[in-house]
């Protein structure tokens, strides 16, 4: 089919708010690490996607993909050495008191499955969450996710959801980690004081729907004192800066320097491949072992923990978190002197291969300058270069590439970058 049939069948058979990406969208059929390929043959630059963590079609991956699937492929109701080698890989990569895995096939299965744990243990529901936040699809993380039940279509939030402004230090409403934190103190004394006991606490370790953000810090150390002391559960949402994204730490959690009581794992961790985890804590794990059985019928299935045992060699054989500091390092430096060059960048921040260039339309009144960064994207993506927008006010330049991303081709994207915003 040529790019128009795929267009009007889509339009036809496939619900019209799945949506497509750009202006001219782009009909890709095939992928080499950092590098997408349309149907002529034309090479884009991945700037954004960080579900092919070690890269599209790694080699490596698709090799234990499809060795396994000529072998066996089926779930956890058999033994088999896969899915303890994965379950036993995965905690190695986390601090110790997190040791228990629940396998699953995607983000939202994952916090789903997140609530139910924190649920269980502390036998309660009120859940404090950052604004702006998107934590998944089902009904339930709707519920959670003020990104969408505060956007279009949304129904606002259900009364066991408070939520708390999320620490924006470009955006300053709020000065310091502690006055940030205070918030959540104050959150859980209303709290206390309308009879609503806390269940936990649920965030991303870096924001990333909310604007690419880097929380200040100390703040989440301070936050999950609060919460811990009103005897609620944290979780850390790592679905899209686990494995050594951020460059300085194999998780963004570690970079605030707290331990979570549940972390929640997706996209990346499996290249591509459908895979989510949550590892939890053994007395966690205790409280959601309650006689009801818990049973993922595709999560940890034999191919899938073959991928992700392959994603996890990859991340180690080929040292990506370094690669990803080092290639991180070199991009904002080329990216930062963009704030003096173009009136239009507000700010550029982010850590490894985790970065977000805010547009503004004025330096004081911070107005966002949401229909210059979808231009600037579009642009982008006429030059053979992939990124998106993010952030509350769609503003915000999201780059976050496959990880095998160099520093040839941050050169090339920053001077792209610079040429395009130059041309606005
Ligand atoms: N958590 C975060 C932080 C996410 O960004 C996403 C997906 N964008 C999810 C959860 C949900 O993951 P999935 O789409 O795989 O269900």
């Known amino acids: 089919m040529n790019s128009d049939e795929i267009l009007a069948a889509r339009r036809r058979a496939i619900g019209r708010n799945v949506s497509l ?19 002529t043959g034309r090479r884009y630059l991945d700037g954004y996607n960080n579900v092919p963590h070690v890269g599209h079609c790694h080699p490596r991956i698709v090799d234990a993909a499809e060795h396994q699937m000529r072998a066996l492929n089926t779930n956890t109701r058999y033994l088999h050495e896969n899915p303890v080698r994965y379950a036993e890989r995965l905690a190695a990569t986390l601090p110790a008191p997190l040791r228990v895995c629940y396998f699953v096939s995607s983000g939202s299965e994952a916090n789903e499955l997140a609530l139910r744990l924190a649920r269980a243990h502390t036998r309660r529901r009120d859940l404090i969450v950052l604004d702006a936040a998107y934590h998944g699809n ?10 969408k039940f505060n956007g279009p279509g949304g129904a606002g939030k259900p009364p066991w959801v408070h ?4 620490p924006d230090v470009y955006r300053g409403q709020t000065p310091s ?35 690419q953000l880097m929380l200040p810090p100390g703040y989440l150390d301070a936050v999950y004192r609060h919460v811990r002391a009103a005897g609620g559960v944290c979780i850390a949402d790592e679905v899209q800066t686990a494995y050594g994204r951020i460059g300085t730490h194999f998780y963004a959690f570690e970079e605030q320097g707290v331990v979570p009581d549940i972390v929640v794992l997706g996209k990346p961790i499996g290249n591509g491949h459908p895979i989510g985890a949550v590892v939890t804590t053994a007395e966690i794990a ?3 072992d309650n006689g009801m059985e818990f049973f993922s019928t ?28 080092q290639v991180g390092a070199h991009l904002l430096s080329r990216l930062r002197p963009l704030v003096e060059e173009s009136p239009l960048v507000g700010d550029v921040r982010g850590s490894g291969l985790f970065i977000g260039v805010e547009l503004v339309r004025d330096r004081k009144t911070l107005e966002p300058a949401a229909t210059e960064a979808s231009d600037v994207v579009n642009r982008l ?9 993010d952030g509350p006010h769609h503003n915000v330049l999201k780059i976050r590439p496959p990880m095998p991303f160099t520093i040839d081709d941050a050169d090339v994207f920053a001077s792209t970058l610079a040429s395009v915003l130059a041309g606005i």
């Open 138 to 147: 089902t009904t339930t993380l709707i519920d959670i996710s003020p990104y």
């Open 163 to 166: 939520v708390v402004p999320v």
């Open 21 to 39: 990406g750009y202006h001219r969208p782009v009909h890709i059929v095939r992928g080499a690490m950092q590098y997408l390929f349309d149907e």
């Open 177 to 211: 980690a502690a006055t940030d934190a205070d918030a959540v103190a104050r959150t859980l004394d209303q709290m206390r004081a309308s009879g609503a006991g806390v269940c936990g606490f649920i965030a991303e370790s870096c924001p990333s729907v909310a604007g």
């Open 286 to 288: 205790a409280s959601f």
């Open 298 to 325: 595709f999560g940890g299935n034999t191919v899938s923990c073959a991928v992700g045992l392959a994603v996890l060699d990859v991340v180690e054989d080929e040292k990506l978190q370094a690669h990803a500091q």
């Open 381 to 389: 993506r006429d030059e053979g270069i992939l990124i998106g927008t």
